[in-house]
């Protein structure tokens, strides 16, 4: 169902184009969407693809759209925001980026304080995203309800109240992609060590990963249970958990998941000054 929302994109790069592909045509027409980016191939690309209109400057457009995303690097951020400050009116601004608060973007965009700040991640380019979203006090009912309808065209939305969490989001969902595809990895080598060819590897741990997951959404058990039942005692899983355990594999992820949660707020303490 599509509504008529004026959306345009401050950055487009990977991870608006995973939102563009969702929103293109299915949440509102190709050309409702418009795309700002200093990279004329970035703008280029998303143009051929989608459908959208696109320009290398902040432009008019910005005055007429009903929301804005900024999907810049955090370390883009207050630069990209500074040339909106003449177009800011009562759009609704949404934020994808790591770390960048929202008292700070509210500053830079004098007061405005229409502000919801999201931590989506990358399955959203088939729909498959998960957003966690926090948003700040002067954001109207229907604005909560277009931000939680831009999200939802590529996947769940999470709701919080405390925009500390977002940086705990950020650690597990945001750059949670990054861990699963590093674990699949580390199988694939592992099949290729033992004698499986390239292909063999792929399919088999891929596919282990697929269906596990979708064995967990679907399962009423807790997830240790859906584990045991893979255990048999003194059998092959056990070897293989009782090495992970000996190798602290499981407080690792921890411990990174923490550091990532860390970088978030140290990138919105760094990128965030005046
Ligand atoms: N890649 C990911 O998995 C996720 C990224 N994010 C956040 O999304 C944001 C964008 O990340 P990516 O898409 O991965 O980065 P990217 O580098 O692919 O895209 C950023 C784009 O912004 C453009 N840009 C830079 N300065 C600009 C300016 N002043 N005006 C207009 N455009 C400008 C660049 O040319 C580039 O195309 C980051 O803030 C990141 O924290 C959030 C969730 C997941
Ligand atoms: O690595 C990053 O900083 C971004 C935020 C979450 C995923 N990618």
Do not use: C
């Not at 989506?120 to 006090?137: E, H, R």
């Amino acid at each position: 169902m599509q509504n008529n929302l004026k959306i345009t994109f401050v950055g487009g790069g990977n991870m608006a184009a995973a939102l563009i592909g969702g929103l293109a045509d299915k949440l509102t027409a190709a050309n409702n969407i418009h795309v700002i980016d200093i990279n004329a191939d970035a703008l280029q690309k998303l143009q051929r693809q989608f459908g959208v209109t696109t320009s290398e400057q902040i432009d008019a457009s910005v005055a007429a759209s009903d929301v804005i995303v900024l999907a810049v690097k955090p370390q883009q951020m207050k630069a990209a925001v500074a040339q909106l400050l003449p177009y800011i009116k009562a759009q609704l601004v949404l934020s994808i980026a790591a770390g960048i608060r929202a008292i700070d973007l509210s500053r830079w965009l004098g007061g405005h304080n229409a502000i919801v700040r999201t931590m989506p991640n990358t399955p959203a380019l088939i729909g498959k995203g998960v957003t966690g979203m926090v948003a700040s006090n002067g954001v109207s009912k229907e604005q909560h309800a277009a931000a939680d309808a831009i999200m939802r065209a590529v996947g769940e939305t999470v709701w919080l109240d405390d925009e500390k969490l977002i940086d705990s989001v950020t650690a597990v969902s945001g750059s949670g992609p990054a861990y699963v595809f590093y674990f699949i990895e580390a199988m694939q080598q592992a099949a290729q060590e033992m004698g499986l060819t390239v292909e063999q590897g792929n399919t088999l741990a891929i596919s282990t990963f697929v269906g596990a997951a979708q064995l967990a959404a679907q399962s009423t058990d807790p997830i240790a249970v859906l584990r045991e039942r893979v255990t048999s005692k003194g059998g092959t899983t056990y070897a293989a958990l009782t090495s992970m355990d000996d190798n602290r594999v499981k407080q690792s992820i921890i411990t990174a998941m923490k550091a990532a949660a860390a970088r978030g707020q140290a990138l919105g303490e760094e990128f965030g000054q005046d």
